[in-house]
T-cell receptor, first 110, second 112 residues
């Protein structure tokens, strides 16, 4: 069983729709990262959070430590949001080892 | 600032050849990481360096060696490349061990 489960694996949306990507994990964590991987391959860190909620522009990330669950929301989705979104809980070790989910492939159509 | 840079971007090797992937960061970060990404496997940690002068194995270290040359540079060496090492390799750095990680553009390696 994977330590990190993301759902859905694939998501297709129309421009303007509200998007939710879910992440469940089984390991104890110190923080959780959300990453975005563009079609060209580059990886960008979107959020790092250890409790509550964070917002950056149209992106919102939430985490429930007790339920070992995090969500990434995209409001008013746009075709440029098309990418792979990766959830990565960070273990409680001193070096903050990340365990990566398989990723959610998001395609937003105009 | 260039952030995290990696060279080369692409490389084709024959089985048994050796090569070194270079990574450098200009953000004065203490921690640096090497990952590989394979289809259906997600990202996996090969080696990491929590600070200058230290390196430790990650999840998939076999067949690789690393050198933290100085605070800026962290190289990954394949001594005898195998087809199973065909992958995309990403270097990342972080200011603190458990902090936000910044990724390089990746190196696409094919071993024939």
């Amino acid at each position: 069983k994977n330590e990190v489960e993301q759902s859905p694996q694939n998501l297709t949306a129309q421009e303007g729709e509200f998007i939710t990507i879910n992440c469940s994990y089984s390991v104890g964590i110190s923080a959780l990262h959300w990453l975005q991987q563009h079609p060209g391959g580059g990886i960008v860190s979107l959020f790092m959070l250890s409790s509550g909620k964070k917002k950056h522009g149209r992106l919102i990330a939430t985490i429930n430590i007790q339920e070992k669950h995090s969500s990434l929301h995209i409001t008013a989705s746009h075709p440029r949001d098309s990418a792979v979104y990766i959830c990565a809980p960070a273990g409680g070790t001193s070096y903050g080892k990340l365990t990566f989910g398989q990723g959610t492939i998001l395609t937003v159509h105009p | 600032n260039a952030g995290v840079t990696q060279t080369p971007k692409f490389q084709v090797l024959k089985t048994g050849q050796s090569m070194t992937l270079q990574c450098a960061q200009d953000m004065n970060h203490n921690s640096m990481y090497w990952y590989r990404q394979d289809p259906g496997m997600g990202l996996r940690l090969i080696y990491y360096s929590a600070s200058e002068g230290t390196t430790d194995k990650g999840e998939v270290p076999n067949g690789y060696n690393v050198s933290r040359l100085n605070k800026r540079e962290f190289s990954l060496r394949l001594e005898s490349a195998a087809p199973s090492q065909t992958s995309v390799y990403f270097c990342a750095s972080a200011g603190a061990a458990a902090g936000e990680q910044f990724f390089g553009p990746g190196t696409r390696l094919t071993v024939l």
